[in-house]
């Protein structure tokens, strides 16, 4: 079965710094997408980064890129110069589908200070 | 804009009523799924539909039931509420990621937050 973990249930990072939040995952399969959603308190969810298990190089996308390690299990999502829009709970999560039927951690609740 | 709709907003509903939320994606969206997400949880997956025939489903009991429609709109109906049907209801549908070699993930609507009394 997955597991997606992350294990920080809030983090506060000073406004233009930068700031990661881990998640460790489980899975047996060799085959795995790895994701990051953002969800401000409006409540939809939003796509920021992928990470395909066999990709060699960390996903980058803007602001956000994704410390993939694979023999430790992790997939540690970096924003760089953080702003006051950042403050959301972010979540982490894995599909062993293509992208379809995804498993989601517990969350990550950021607040970002001016 | 992922191009996803859901309705209502908010619903509010008592113990033992029945619930029908509604999802319209986008065409040529295959896939629609459906997620659960309580009030500080993470997502978690009820179903998933393709073509309009089930194509999995989590670990949720019978009285959630689904609809897909060839038009790209969905449904989920939720019988005989119980309270801790109380949450925040996902649609969400499948599609390329821009720039990934054809990888698809979940483009998430914004929901329907569902409270049972």
């Known amino acids: 079965a997955q597991k997606i973990t992350q294990t920080q249930p809030g983090m506060f990072v000073q406004e233009k710094e930068a700031v990661t939040l881990d998640c460790t995952y489980d899975?047996?399969?060799?085959?795995?997408?790895l994701f990051w959603y953002k969800q401000p308190s409006s409540g939809e969810m939003i796509f920021l980064i992928y990470?395909?298990?066999?990709?060699?190089q960390n996903a980058t996308e803007g602001r956000y890129s994704l410390n993939f390690q694979k023999a430790r299990k992790s997939a540690n999502l970096v924003i760089s110069a953080s702003q006051l829009g950042d403050s959301a709970m972010y979540f982490c999560?894995?599909?062993?589908?293509?992208?379809?039927?995804?498993?989601f951690g517990a969350g990550t609740i950021l607040r970002v200070k001016s | 804009e992922t191009g996803v709709t859901q309705s209502p907003t908010h619903l509010i509903k008592t113990r033992g009523q029945q619930v029908t939320l509604r999802c319209s994606s986008q065409?040529?969206?295959?896939?629609v799924s459906w997620y659960q997400q309580a009030l500080g949880q993470g997502p978690q997956f009820i179903f998933q539909?393709?073509?309009?025939?089930?194509?999995g489903r989590g670990n949720f009991p019978p009285r959630f039931s689904g609809l897909q429609f060839p038009n790209y709109s969905s449904e989920l109906n939720v019988n005989a509420l119980e309270l801790d049907d109380s949450a925040l209801y996902l649609c969400?549908?499948?599609?390329?990621?821009?720039?990934?070699?054809?990888?698809?993930?979940?483009?998430f609507g914004p929901g329907t937050r569902l409270l049972v009394l």
């Open positions: 539909y393709y073509r309009e025939e089930e194509n």
């Open positions: 990470q395909g298990s066999y990709d060699q």
């Open positions: 969400a549908s499948s599609k390329e990621i821009p720039h990934a070699g054809g990888r698809e993930t979940q483009y």
């Open positions: 899975t047996s399969d060799p085959s795995y997408g």
């Open positions: 065409s040529g969206h295959n896939t």
């Open positions: 999560a894995m599909s062993l589908e293509y992208g379809n039927k995804l498993v």
